[in-house]
């Protein structure tokens, strides 16, 4: 799967891609995951905190009985903190079989972007852009699509060097 | 349709397994009391089903050579040829080598050894005595005169047979293979009218009469897969019955011609091979769902109880009724569903008698085993786990324990040394202990090896009980010569590092000249714990009562801040390091000094520590959840559970909080 994504930027067969996007907004932008990634999404509770855990892992939390690491989003992609409101979502997702959360300010919708809505991700150095799956129009707004797996992974794997 | 046979192969697998190790465990009671009967026909049924399993599943050098030793153990059952120490060897042999052509057929071992020269001896045993008839090596069946029995059968197939693919009549085609049919009639009686028959059930009947000289056993072997609700009759129509015991000699009847015996034989088999220890195969992984699914009930039961506390009781006697019976009730599920996961003992002592057995006659010592407490049980992940240190436990005692018999003689001793396990209860955990009655732990010598290895020094005044306990550190070994039992002084290491990871604790004791015992001690589970809640900052942490000692609130003049060492705490007479655990953990406290807060003082690798904590909360039973699923492992936390509230509390991990805490120690210094 992973290096399916990595051909994207060459501008491969992107119609084989499912093209359902569950959105949500963090800083006041619109981000989208793929939708079969999501297993559910619940409003924010506090988490219980983790020793020595890196920052961006605010806790674990009980999911019916499963225990679930819950990852805020912000703190990944370094934007400036807010306070949990009652708008605050929890995003439940399975990456390789784990069930991990993150925290993002808003869910918006379901939106079924279709693939030559789709743009590769622009090349913006080395900066993070493995991260990002590509860049969706819909009407004349823009979806930032994450590749999840590629960040909470990623996180997965810092949190085991800290 | 093509039928996936390698499950089944499996489960014989699994089977024939269980069937050897009951074989050997009557074999070696049979060679204590030879007069014993039922383990002779326990041992030849274990050798029948394994002889049937491997001709059903395709492994003929396995069944072949199981049939001579069937042949064997039929005359022996029929006391044509005694059970001496010869055959018993002889048997024991076998039973290996039949261990050995099961690994081959598994695909575990490369080639096979050659069956033919154990055969050959097998066949001369069942030979040996006078009245033997000569016996088929493979499996083929001939009549032989002077030993025919006239049978009648009565077979009624259930009305499923054939659905289940149970074809009745190619059941009387093997029948005809081993017996000369005489008569055989057809019952249609059961044949209903047309507009009511089910053409795909079996109504018919069939009674028939043979002369032959296979046994009953081998009679309704045929019969053995059938669908339970079929009949099979067999009786010996010449006047004769042979009663249930296979080995009963035939008793006269007065002029009864046919005497119904209403078993069902192939049944009747796995029954009574079921009655010790019967096992259900249940795949572990339905188990821990059961299990979590358990846990999860208390979880709500426990959220319904701190509901029910802040609610006005005295209006809802009915919800507190209903709450304090779902509060039993679900522990009483909780007990039986955890008891699905527990094995008798019976399961790890299983493999001692012929351990036992084996190295006695290696090292030339008498020994008899005792065993107590099988019954006792066990998490099935415990038991996997001790049967190693076990091992290692009775050999270092066969070997080092026990003396040799004119040794223990000249002591005064009877000359047979006695080994005894034996499992039990003891508090919330359960206590196996290797004891014998030999020469006991040298202290002298234990103490120069330690202070020759830079264990200890040699002006550290340590009491016997220490001195005992540093046969378990790493490298340490007492034996003058190392032999193939043991003394290469890794055991008693491995032993206590096996216990440990399994959350057990080993102690030996010893009398010089008397004995020396081992005792394990182990929790009886490790799905659930007792635990001690505690507070710190807005975090609940749960620490295992088994590691707890006490708990204790601090005094100010207790309290001191020593330069270089760090925080100590006066106990008594003992000062003992303090570990702050919000400092650990990175949280900020609510109390601001030491007195303000508790003290849990654990034990940990034989040393003891004062946690800091700032409130103790209550003890109760908690369901351990792995952190690992979906993050990953924390130093220093064992796990996390859920609280009655529904939020998440962690679970700490006593040891590697300690050894945390002196790393860093170590890095301040």
Not at chain 2, 156 to 173: A, H
Request: net charge negative; aromatic share 4%.
């Amino acid at each position: 799967m992973e290096t399916e994504q990595k051909k994207l930027p060459e501008g491969t067969d992107l119609a084989s891609y499912t093209n359902q996007f569950l959105t949500f907004t963090l800083a006041d932008e619109e981000y989208g995951v793929d939708i079969l990634k999501v297993q559910e999404i619940k409003g924010y509770v506090a988490t219980t905190r983790i020793p020595n855990a890196p920052p961006h892992v605010t806790g674990v939390l009980n999911l019916r009985g499963t225990i679930v690491p819950i990852i805020d989003l912000r703190r990944t992609f370094n934007l400036p903190e807010v306070v949990y409101d009652q708008f605050t979502v929890i995003v439940v997702v399975v990456v390789h079989d784990r069930v991990m959360g993150m925290i993002v300010d808003s869910v918006s919708e379901v939106m079924n972007i279709m693939a030559e809505d789709i743009q590769p991700p622009p090349n913006l150095g080395k900066g993070g852009s493995n991260a990002l799956r590509g860049l969706g129009k819909v009407d004349d707004k823009l979806v930032i699509l994450l590749d999840i797996d590629a960040v909470l992974l990623d996180e997965a794997s810092l949190a085991t060097a800290a | 349709m093509s039928i996936d046979i390698s499950s089944f192969r499996q489960a014989f697998f699994e089977e024939s397994a269980e069937q050897l190790d009951e074989f050997e465990s009557s074999l070696l009671q049979l060679e204590r009391d030879p007069s014993d009967r039922e383990l002779l026909n326990c041992i030849f049924r274990c050798a029948h089903s394994i002889k049937g399993g491997s001709a059903t599943f395709g492994f003929p050098e396995v069944a072949s050579f199981t049939h001579s030793l069937e042949t064997l153990l039929d005359e022996v059952r029929n006391s044509r040829v005694v059970i001496d120490s010869t055959l018993s060897r002889l048997l024991l042999e076998s039973l290996d080598h039949m261990r050995i052509l099961i690994s081959v057929s598994k695909g575990e071992v490369e080639s096979a050894p050659d069956s033919a020269g154990l055969i050959a001896r097998l066949v001369d045993a069942s030979k040996t005595s006078p009245k033997a008839s000569p016996v088929p090596v493979i499996v083929e069946e001939q009549s032989v005169p002077g030993s025919e029995e006239l049978y009648q059968l009565d077979f009624k197939p259930g009305q499923d047979s054939i659905r289940r693919g149970n074809d009745p009549l190619r059941m009387l085609e093997d029948l005809r293979g081993i017996a000369e049919v005489t008569r055989i009639s057809c019952d249609k009686s059961g044949i209903p009218p047309m507009e009511e028959m089910d053409p795909e059930a079996c109504y018919i009947a069939w009674s028939l009469t043979m002369i032959t000289t296979a046994n009953e056993a081998e009679l309704v072997e045929p019969f053995e897969f059938i669908a339970g609700d079929s009949v099979v009759n067999l009786t010996v129509s010449d006047g004769f019955f042979r009663g249930a015991n296979f080995a009963t000699p035939s008793v006269p009847e007065d002029d009864a011609p046919v005497v119904a015996s209403k078993r069902k034989p192939a049944q009747e088999a796995a029954t009574t091979s079921a009655k010790d220890g019967g096992t259900i195969k249940v795949s572990s992984e339905k188990l821990d769902k059961l299990i979590n699914l358990v846990g999860e009930l208390i979880i709500s039961q426990s959220m319904l109880n701190s509901v029910t506390e802040e609610l006005d009781t005295t209006k809802l006697v009915g919800l507190t009724e209903a709450v304090s019976h779902m509060e039993r009730s679900s522990r009483e599920l909780q007990e039986q569903v955890m008891g699905l996961r527990l094995l008798q003992i019976k399961m790890a002592f299983g493999r001692f008698p012929r351990l036992v057995h084996d190295l006695a006659s290696v090292c030339n010592k008498k020994i008899e085993l005792r065993l107590s407490g099988e019954e006792t049980e066990l998490d099935k992940n415990l038991i996997e786990a001790i049967g190693d240190p076990l091992t290692h436990l009775v050999r270092n005692s066969i070997d080092h324990g026990l003396e040799p018999a004119e040794e223990r003689l000249n002591a005064g001793k009877p000359g047979v040394g006695v080994l005894s396990l034996s499992a039990y209860h003891e508090g919330g955990s359960i206590t196996i202990e290797v004891a014998d009655d030999g020469r006991g732990l040298n202290v002298e010598r234990i103490l120069a090896k330690a202070i020759d290895r830079g264990l200890v020094s040699a002006d550290d005044n340590l009491t016997d009980e220490q001195i005992y306990q540093l046969i378990f550190q790493p490298g340490f070994s007492t034996a003058e010569q190392v032999t193939d039992l043991s003394g290469r002084g890794v055991g008693m290491d491995i032993v206590n590092q096996a216990i440990a990871a399994i959350g057990g604790s080993v102690k030996v004791t010893s009398v010089p000249g008397k004995g020396c015992s081992t005792r394990i001690r182990l929790p009886l589970t490790m799905a659930i714990l007792e635990g001690q809640s505690m507070a710190v900052a807005d975090n609940v942490y749960i620490i295992p009562l088994t590691s707890i000692i006490e708990c204790i609130r601090p005094r100010q003049e207790d309290v001191h801040d020593i330069a270089q060492t760090g925080e100590v705490v006066r106990v008594r007479e003992e000062f003992l390091p303090v570990l702050r655990m919000h400092r650990a953990f990175g949280v900020e406290p609510k109390i601001s000094e030491p007195w303000d807060g508790s003290m849990v003082l654990v034990e940990c690798e034989g040393r003891k520590i004062a946690i800091l904590v700032d409130e103790l909360l209550g003890q109760s039973q908690v369901v351990i959840k792995s952190l690992e699923t979906n993050y990953q492992k924390v130093e220093g936390i064992a796990g996390a559970t859920i609280l009655g509230d529904g939020r998440v509390a962690l679970i700490i991990d006593v040891p590697g909080l300690v050894r945390g805490f002196e790393g860093q120690k170590k890095k301040a210094a």
